[in-house]
T-cell receptor
Framework: GNSVTQMEGPVTLSEEAFLTINCTYTATGYPSLFWYVQYPGEGLQLLLKATKADDKGSNKGFEATYRKETTSFHLEKGSVQVSDSAVYFC????????????FGKGTKLTVNP | EAGVAQSPRYKIIEKRQSVAFWCNPISGHATLYWYQQILGQGPKLLIQ????????DSQLPKDRFSAERLKGVDSTLKIQPAKLEDSAVYLC???????????FGEGSWLTVV
């Protein structure tokens, strides 16, 4: 079946450090890939997405590239801020109009000033 | 634009009691999802509706969970009787029929004691 594997957290960084959160997936065909973010006490928000191989999704300084050859969608940011502290979820949606989102377990990021 | 609305935000009940959660999706969104997010895990789909029909309820524990979307707009998720392991955040989400982007509500936090 379809699945997503994320690097385990928690991840603790200092402000302005470089961030990478690894995500790999297992799916047939060409799924769409997503990163969602969950701030403390809030629901999930879509951060970025990519729908085909070699696409790069980007938003708020975060970016991730859909790599079909390595089945990966790693999240990166060049310089994190305290306000980026949250839980980040990688997710996939298999091909087809009614397929559900399948999530990874989430990676908690804490950014210290 | 109004987002996905959920209520109540927080609920504490004793085991074997019942609870109901309500969701109002974004206007015009035909597809509605209920996800269960247990602490430390990624969200898991419980049920997906398209208009008022069920598309996927394969992971819904039907002996105790039920959900309806009678008029194809808002939805109710019920748990009866609740177990300790039902303690989780129940996330409602919605999308247009193509499901290209799924929007989440803030969640209903359930604690069963």
């Amino acid at each position: 079946g379809n699945s997503v594997t994320q690097m385990e957290g928690p991840v603790t960084l200092s402000e302005e450090a470089f961030l990478t959160i690894n995500c790999t997936y297992t799916a047939t065909g060409y799924p769409s890939l997503f990163w969602y973010v969950q701030y403390p006490g809030e629901g999930l928000q879509l951060l970025l997405k990519a729908t085909k191989a070699d696409d790069k999704g980007s938003n708020k300084g975060f970016e991730a590239t859909y790599r079909k050859e390595t089945t990966s969608f790693h999240l990166e940011k060049g310089s994190v801020q305290v306000s980026d502290s949250a839980v980040y979820f990688c997710a996939l949606r298999a091909q087809g109009g009614s397929e559900k989102l399948v999530f990874g377990k989430g990676t908690k990021l804490t950014v210290n000033p | 634009e109004a987002g996905v609305a959920q209520s109540p935000r927080y609920k504490i009940i004793e085991k074997r009691q019942s609870v109901a959660f309500w969701c109002n999706p974004i206007s015009g969104h035909a597809t509605l999802y209920w996800y269960q997010q247990i602490l430390g895990q990624g969200p898991k789909l419980l049920i997906q509706f398209q208009n008022n029909g069920v598309v996927d309820d394969s992971q819904l524990p039907k002996d105790r969970f039920s959900a309806e979307r009678l008029k194809g707009v808002d939805s109710t998720l019920k748990i009866q009787p609740a177990k300790l392991e039902d303690s989780a955040v129940y996330l409602c989400a919605s999308s247009f029929l193509d499901g290209n982007t799924i929007y989440f509500g803030e969640g209903s936090w359930l604690t069963v004691v």
